[in-house]
């Protein structure tokens, strides 16, 4: 594993990595988003045959997150959970068993839609549409977000294309920083990128297999 | 056997021929002799010479022998013919003409019409009482399978018919009509003919007591066997020429098989007992002795003449060559009553359309477009159109192929290369349709170079070489889908069914271990992990594998009638009216205000809704034409070899030809002498390769070092070449290469020198190790990826939503480059995933066809050149924009360079 890059703003220090998270270390928050959890058993549920081991992957790799940093808090920026409840977030629900001690607050994204008890039972504090942790602001949508605070957001699944000579052209998740706003990878491996403006960004970091590289 | 001619049934036909003037042909009468006996085969004739009668009429002939006096009056008889075609506009025509003859013979047979388009009403009519004749879409006979209880309609069942077969046998539609035919031949095996049955209903007009099976037939004749045996079951297939109609016709006729082994033995089987791998009661022979070939002698002449650009452009640009000499088409449009102008893709087809109104604005109104995405109402005007002659001309894509013909039609221009000289033919066959009339064709070229086809098409013509169409092998994604198919209705018993399968062409060599893996696949999901999952698709209960969710069998229903497609929008006027369908991949470059031309219209986009753009009227002047994908047909081999002895030939004026028959000037093919000029800068610059030569040159430009290899070869063996031959380089040092190709050559573009010289090219180009570097490229490249999005959509991984209700689908879709990378991670076993390499591996490389070119490499000179600048011949291979990428760096260090190369810059 590549060793976190470290991203000052406004003050403050960041941890990025390539494991597409963020790590606040001033408030000792992870940051991430668009997990989608439990997306394949959505998938094979409804009879397409998607393999789970995208999803048993995802997880794996939050649990090592949460070891390398051993944060205090997990920061989730929406869409944590793809869909309705089914099989695959019980066993999100064992997993969180064993973090018992992590504080976790979403804030709620349009996929979010579990019922309040759901979320209660699995000890997340849910927020909407807004969560102000001075001198940040965290929205699933950037729609929602307000100026005077930078905010950070998740839901468009970012991506950035990079072109070379000889006509090569490849495409990476990215985390974007723009003037006043970041918007985060998604977490979870399985879902797509949309490419970014580049010229707008102050800095953006592409995901290259287990790599960070800044353009 | 009685003679056909003695027949009562052919009698009322011919007497009725005559009544229009007519007389059979002879092929006609033999296919009808065949039927008639109860034989199955293959009618080979091309449009326009009565072959959907040759069918059809034989299957009225014999239902006549059958009952001789009671033919007008018996109604309800259940399905006789099952028409199968390939296309849901044909349809309509094609039934129109049997209800005529229906209507003429006083018959009380109805005509049904099943695809996409029939109602629900028209559906449940057609559950409670079959036509006689159905005419169906290979999808829509599968949609049949999914009925509770569908074997009971194929009782009655006399014929099946595979009209425009050569269309469908080298598809996936061809496999879906292979299945079709094993499931239904399967249930004619396993229960008798219904024959006795349906003779004894009542007399027509009274009530429909149906399988009320005591009274007796009222045709006495019956007691002696008439013409036509009453447990025949027979399958005939329609198709024009293609280079191995004998194994096509085997491909359609291999389930026959089935009914042979059980009918002389045991009469009706159990499920599961029929005996594995039972051939028996099949000719020792060979597959070639089922059924029989009828050929229509009807020799047609054929008149190939080029339209030629009064100066050559050295340098072709592909596409931009052919509008310049739209001018010269306006002579041809008006020597002809009604003329076709076919365009090898839809944004062409849009472009030719605006040009022709702009240079000859006395045309609007009797000019017309015609393509694919267009909406049907106005396709079907035009084609009534077309039948009225109402038109002098239609601007058309490949969707005016097939069909019945349009009497008015006398000369059809082909714009850009067919491709192929069997579509080069079918299209000019469109035109000239009195038995007397010669076809008439013009070749107009879009770039320069294209001449050279012409040439070769000619000469390939002439000396009758045709392209075969490859029935495709063990195709696992249809398989899926058929299995969910049969386990929404009845649901299946996997032994039964499995020996059916086997009895395809397609599936006969697929092994019990794939077998089983189907069946885990459907059941299961494939590799799951063992708790937390809650896949469900087939259930097993008793044996018997079901569907027994509504929602995942309404859900597959829908998904067997999709056409396998880049994600196609529709486009909406803002007031309503529906304009046609669009890429998504085009629509999304677009931003509101955008214009853009579809369907001859020039709109301008306004808000993009669901699945829906809605759009204006526009004037501005500067309107996008959209490209569509797919609209590239890749050359044949046949006229590969041709164009290499044209080139050869090109040469010939300077007497260098190399094949021998040496040209004296005068002989040179017109084309050929046009492009005289352009051959002497390819000369001056590079090399003119003899037909026992390999060229390659390599060019350095602002975009790197280029290779450019000339094996005149045709798209598809380009592509495999091309990743061959980059990957065996990129062995040798770590370099990225992107990739394009058209039918005459390759290019392998770097940022960084190609190590490619004397020393090395014959071993770059050796044979040897082939089928491993073949598999290795293929998975340096992303072609498996492209390959997978068919395989995903058929295979039940991408679902495109209910009608009206995209939004709520939206959370069970994910496009199939995202799925190809997720199953490649995660479940890289996975048999979809699997077929994709195969395809490619089958398809794509065409491993034999690269083989047999590497050996002729091996064999032949190979000719490297440094020139100084872009030669003719591969500047449109340059100008291509269709690339692919292979590479041996790490993916981050290619980041890191192309970024500080950019820096450089």
Request: proline letters at 5%; charged letters at 25%.
């Given at each position: 594993?590549?060793a976190?890059?470290?991203?000052?703003?406004?003050?403050?220090?960041?941890?990025?990595?390539?494991q597409?998270?963020l790590?606040?270390?001033?408030e000792k928050?992870l940051?991430?988003?668009?997990?989608?959890?439990?997306k394949?058993g959505?998938?094979r549920?409804?009879?397409?045959?998607?393999?789970q081991?995208?999803?048993?992957?995802?997880?794996?790799?939050?649990?090592?997150?949460?070891?390398y940093?051993?944060?205090?808090?997990l920061?989730?920026?929406?869409?944590?959970?793809?869909?309705?409840?089914?099989?695959e977030?019980d066993?999100?629900?064992?997993?969180r068993?064993?973090?018992?001690?992590l504080?976790?607050?979403l804030?709620?994204?349009?996929?979010?839609i579990?019922?309040?008890?759901?979320?209660r039972?699995?000890a997340?504090?849910?927020v909407?549409?807004?969560?102000?942790a001075k001198?940040?602001?965290?929205?699933h949508?950037?729609?929602d977000?307000?100026?005077?605070?930078?905010?950070?957001?998740?839901?468009?699944?970012?991506?950035?294309?990079?072109?070379?000579?000889?006509?090569?052209?490849?495409?990476f998740?990215c985390?974007?920083?723009?003037?006043?706003?970041?918007?985060l990878?998604?977490f979870?491996?399985?879902t797509?990128?949309?490419?970014?403006?580049k010229?707008?960004?102050?800095?953006?970091?592409?995901?290259v297999?287990?790599?960070?590289?800044?353009? | 056997?009685?003679?056909?001619?003695?027949?009562?049934?052919?009698?009322?036909?011919r007497?009725?021929?005559a009544?229009?003037?007519?007389?059979?042909?002879?092929?006609?009468?033999?296919?009808?002799?065949?039927?008639?006996?109860?034989?199955?085969?293959l009618?080979n004739?091309?449009?326009?010479?009565?072959?959907?009668?040759?069918?059809?009429?034989g299957?009225?002939i014999q239902f006549?022998?059958?009952?001789?006096?009671t033919y007008q009056?018996k109604?309800?008889?259940g399905l006789?013919?099952?028409?199968?075609?390939?296309?849901?506009a044909?349809?309509?025509?094609?039934?129109r003409?049997?209800?005529?003859?229906?209507?003429?013979?006083?018959?009380r047979?109805?005509?049904?019409?099943?695809?996409?388009?029939?109602?629900?009403a028209?559906?449940?009519?057609q559950?409670?009482q079959?036509p006689?004749?159905?005419?169906?879409?290979?999808?829509?006979?599968?949609l049949?399978?999914?009925?509770k209880?569908y074997?009971?309609?194929?009782?009655?069942?006399k014929?099946?018919?595979?009209?425009?077969?050569?269309?469908?046998?080298?598809?996936?539609?061809?496999?879906q009509?292979?299945?079709a035919?094993?499931?239904?031949v399967?249930?004619?095996?396993?229960?008798?003919s219904?024959?006795?049955?349906?003779?004894a209903?009542?007399?027509?007009?009274?009530k429909?007591k149906?399988?009320?099976a005591?009274?007796?037939?009222?045709?006495?004749?019956?007691?002696?066997?008439?013409?036509?045996?009453?447990?025949?079951?027979?399958?005939?297939?329609i198709?024009?020429?293609?280079?191995?109609?004998?194994?096509?016709k085997?491909v359609?006729?291999?389930?026959l098989k089935?009914?042979?082994?059980?009918?002389?033995?045991?009469?009706?089987?159990?499920?599961?007992?029929?005996?594995?791998?039972?051939?028996?009661?099949?000719?020792?022979?060979?597959?070639?002795?089922?059924?029989t070939?009828?050929?229509?002698?009807?020799?047609?002449?054929?008149?190939?003449?080029?339209?030629?650009?009064?100066?050559?452009?050295?340098?072709?640009?592909?596409?931009?060559?052919?509008?310049k000499?739209?001018?010269?088409?306006?002579?041809?449009?008006?020597?002809s009553?009604t003329?076709?102008?076919?365009?090898n893709?839809?944004?062409?087809?849009?472009l030719?359309?605006?040009?022709?109104?702009?240079?000859?604005?006395h045309?609007?109104?009797?000019?017309?477009?015609?393509?694919?995405?267009?909406?049907?109402e106005?396709?079907?005007?035009?084609?009534?159109?077309?039948?009225e002659?109402?038109?002098?001309?239609?601007?058309c894509?490949?969707s005016?192929?097939?069909?019945?013909?349009?009497?008015?039609?006398?000369?059809?221009?082909?714009?850009?290369?067919?491709?192929?000289?069997?579509?080069?033919?079918?299209?000019?066959g469109?035109?000239?349709?009195s038995?007397e009339?010669?076809s008439?064709?013009?070749?107009?070229?879009t770039?320069?170079?294209?001449?050279i086809?012409?040439?070769?098409?000619?000469?390939a013509?002439?000396e009758?070489?045709?392209?075969?169409?490859?029935?495709?092998?063990l195709c696992?994604?249809?398989?899926v889908?058929?299995?969910?198919?049969?386990a929404?209705?009845?649901?299946?018993?996997?032994?039964?069914?499995?020996?059916?399968?086997?009895?395809?062409?397609c599936f006969a060599?697929?092994?019990?271990?794939?077998?089983?893996?189907?069946?885990?696949?459907?059941?299961?999901?494939?590799?799951?992990?063992q708790?937390y999952?809650?896949?469900?698709?087939?259930?097993v209960?008793?044996?018997v594998y079901?569907i027994n969710s509504?929602?995942?069998?309404?859900?597959?229903?829908?998904?067997?009638g999709?056409?396998?497609?880049?994600?196609m929008?529709?486009?909406?006027?803002?007031?309503?009216?529906?304009?046609?369908?669009?890429?998504?991949?085009?629509i999304s470059?677009?931003?509101?205000?955008?214009?853009?031309?579809?369907?001859?219209?020039?709109?301008?986009?306004?808000t993009?809704?669901?699945?829906?753009a809605?759009?204006?009227?526009?004037?501005?002047?500067?309107?996008l034409i959209?490209?569509?994908?797919?609209?590239?047909?890749?050359?044949?081999?046949?006229l590969g070899?041709v164009?290499?002895?044209?080139?050869?030939?090109?040469?010939?004026?300077?007497?260098?030809?190399?094949?021998g028959?040496?040209?004296?000037?005068?002989k040179?093919?017109v084309?050929?002498?046009?492009?005289?000029?352009?051959?002497?800068?390819q000369?001056?610059?590079?090399?003119?390769p003899k037909?026992?030569e390999?060229?390659?040159?390599?060019?350095e430009t602002?975009?790197?070092?280029?290779?450019?290899?000339?094996?005149?070869?045709?798209r598809?063996?380009?592509?495999?070449?091309?990743?061959?031959?980059?990957?065996?380089i990129?062995?040798?040092?770590?370099?990225t290469?992107?990739?394009?190709?058209n039918?005459?050559g390759?290019?392998l573009?770097?940022?960084q020198?190609?190590p490619?010289d004397d020393?090395n090219?014959?071993?770059?180009?050796?044979?040897?190790?082939?089928i491993?570097?073949?598999?290795?490229?293929?998975?340096?490249?992303?072609?498996?990826?492209?390959?997978f999005r068919?395989i995903?959509?058929?295979?039940g991984?991408?679902?495109?939503?209910f009608?009206?209700?995209?939004?709520k689908?939206r959370?069970?879709q994910a496009s199939?480059g995202?799925?190809?990378?997720?199953?490649n991670?995660?479940?890289?076993?996975?048999?979809?995933?699997r077929?994709?390499y195969?395809?490619?591996f089958d398809?794509?490389?065409?491993?034999?066809?690269?083989r047999?070119?590497?050996?002729?490499?091996?064999?032949?000179r190979?000719?490297l050149?440094?020139p100084?600048?872009?030669?003719?011949?591969?500047?449109p291979?340059?100008v291509?924009?269709?690339?692919?990428?292979?590479?041996?760096?790490?993916?981050?260090?290619?980041v890191?360079?192309?970024?500080?190369?950019?820096?450089?810059?």
């Open positions: 594993m590549q976190p890059l470290r991203h000052q703003l406004q003050g403050q220090t960041l941890w990025l990595s390539a597409r998270s790590f606040w270390e001033e928050a940051v991430v988003s668009d997990l989608h959890f439990g394949t959505h998938f549920k409804a009879g397409i045959a998607v393999p081991g995208v999803y048993k992957e995802d997880l794996q790799r939050l649990v090592n997150l949460l070891h940093f051993g944060p205090s808090q920061i989730v920026v929406g869409d944590f959970f793809h869909s309705h409840a089914n099989v977030l066993w999100f629900r064992r997993w068993n064993e973090f018992s001690s504080a976790i607050t804030v709620k994204g349009n996929h979010d579990l019922k309040d008890d759901w979320y039972a699995a997340i504090e849910v909407h549409p807004t969560l102000v001198p940040f602001l965290f929205a949508d950037r729609c977000t307000a100026p005077g605070l930078y905010s950070f957001c998740g839901h468009i699944h970012p991506g950035v294309s990079i072109h070379g000579l000889g006509k090569q052209s490849l495409r998740p985390f974007y920083f723009g003037p006043d706003h970041c918007i990878p998604a979870s491996k399985f797509g990128a949309v490419s970014m403006d010229g707008q960004a102050d800095a953006i970091y592409a995901i297999e287990n790599e960070l590289i800044k353009l | 056997m009685k003679d056909l001619k003695k027949s009562k049934g052919y009698a009322v036909v007497d009725w021929l009544t229009r003037g007519y007389k059979p042909f002879a092929y006609q009468e033999e296919a009808w002799r065949h039927i008639c006996n109860g034989e199955s085969g009618v004739a091309p449009t326009g010479t009565g072959k959907t009668f040759s069918v059809f009429l299957a009225v006549i022998n059958l009952h001789p006096k009056s109604a309800k008889n006789q013919l099952i028409w199968i075609t390939p296309l849901r044909l349809a309509k025509d094609i039934g003409a049997m209800e005529e003859v229906l209507f003429e013979l006083d018959m047979w109805q005509v049904g019409i099943r695809n996409g388009d029939t109602s629900t028209d559906r449940a009519k559950k409670r079959m006689e004749v159905l005419i169906i879409t290979p999808e829509s006979l599968h049949l399978l999914t009925q209880g074997a009971d309609l194929f009782r009655t069942l014929i099946i018919a595979a009209d425009e077969w050569h269309e469908l046998v080298g598809s996936k539609r061809g496999v009509v292979e299945l035919l094993s499931r239904i399967g249930c004619r095996a396993a229960a008798p219904r024959e006795d049955v349906a003779d209903q009542p007399i027509p007009g009274g429909s149906k399988k009320n005591s009274s007796k037939s009222e045709d006495s004749e019956m007691a002696t066997p008439p013409l036509g045996g009453r447990e025949a079951l027979s399958i005939w297939g198709s024009a020429t293609i280079g191995n109609l004998e194994q096509a085997d359609l006729l291999a389930p089935l009914l042979k082994v059980e009918s002389p033995q045991s009469g009706p089987s159990q499920p599961g007992h029929s005996p594995l791998g039972g051939q028996e009661g099949f000719p020792p022979e060979g597959r070639g002795e089922v059924g070939i009828v050929r229509a002698k009807l020799h047609k002449q054929l008149e190939i003449l080029s339209v030629l650009p009064d100066e050559i452009e050295k340098y072709p640009w592909a596409g931009h060559l052919g509008i000499l739209a001018a010269k088409i306006l002579p041809i449009l008006e020597e009553r003329t076709l102008i076919f365009i893709t839809r944004g062409m087809s849009e030719w359309y605006q040009t022709l109104l702009t240079i000859a604005p045309l609007a109104g009797a000019l017309a477009l015609h393509h694919g995405s267009i909406e049907k106005l396709r079907t005007w035009v084609e009534e159109a077309l039948h002659g109402k038109l002098k001309a239609v601007v894509t490949a005016l192929d097939l069909g019945v013909d349009f009497r008015p039609v006398e000369t059809v221009i082909q714009v850009g290369s067919p491709k192929g000289v069997a579509r080069f033919l079918q299209r000019a469109r035109s000239g349709h038995p009339a010669i008439r064709i013009y070749f107009l070229p770039h320069s170079l294209e001449l086809e012409a040439a070769a098409l000619k000469s013509i002439g009758q070489f045709i392209e075969s169409r490859e029935p495709l092998l696992y994604d249809v398989l889908q058929y299995l969910c198919t049969l929404c209705s009845d649901g299946f018993i996997p032994s039964v069914i499995f020996e059916e399968v086997k009895a395809t062409n060599e697929l092994t019990e271990d794939e077998w089983n893996e189907m069946l885990y696949f459907i059941t299961s999901g494939g590799n799951a992990l708790q999952d809650e896949y469900k698709k087939v259930e209960e008793a044996g079901r509504r929602r995942i069998a309404m859900r597959h229903r829908l998904h067997i999709t056409i396998v497609s880049d994600n929008m529709k486009v909406k006027f803002l007031g309503g009216g529906y304009v046609g369908v669009i890429e998504e991949s085009f470059r677009l931003e509101p205000g955008d214009a853009f031309t579809l369907a001859g219209r020039h709109v301008e986009l306004v993009i809704k669901e699945m829906t809605f759009v204006k009227k526009s004037t501005k002047k500067n309107a959209p490209s569509w994908m797919g609209g590239r047909l890749p050359l044949s081999a046949s070899k164009l290499r002895q044209t080139v050869d030939d090109a040469g010939a004026v300077r007497g260098e030809s190399s094949n028959k040496r040209q004296t000037p005068g040179m093919p084309e050929l002498e046009v492009l005289q000029p352009l051959f002497d800068l000369r001056r610059l590079s090399h003119l037909e026992a390999l060229l390659i040159e390599q060019i602002r975009d790197g070092f280029h290779l450019f290899v000339y094996p005149f070869e045709g598809l063996v380009h592509e495999a070449m091309a990743a061959l031959l980059a990957y065996r990129s062995r040798i040092t770590p370099i290469f992107s990739i394009a190709m039918d005459y390759f290019e573009l770097s940022d020198p190609i490619v020393s090219v014959y071993e770059l180009f050796s044979p040897a190790n082939l491993e570097d073949i598999q290795r490229s293929v998975n340096a490249t992303e072609m498996a990826k492209r390959k068919d995903a959509v058929i295979g991984l991408i679902f495109q939503g009608p009206g209700e995209y939004k689908a959370h069970l199939a995202l799925l190809f990378n997720v199953f991670e995660y479940d890289a076993g996975n048999v979809l995933i077929q994709a195969q395809e490619v398809q794509q490389m065409e491993e034999a066809r690269l047999e070119m590497l050996q002729r490499v091996q064999k032949s190979i000719v050149t440094y100084e600048r872009l030669t003719p011949f591969c500047f291979i340059k291509d924009s269709l690339r692919e990428n292979l590479t041996s760096e790490k993916l981050a260090d290619r890191r360079r192309m970024q500080s190369e950019l820096g450089r810059l």
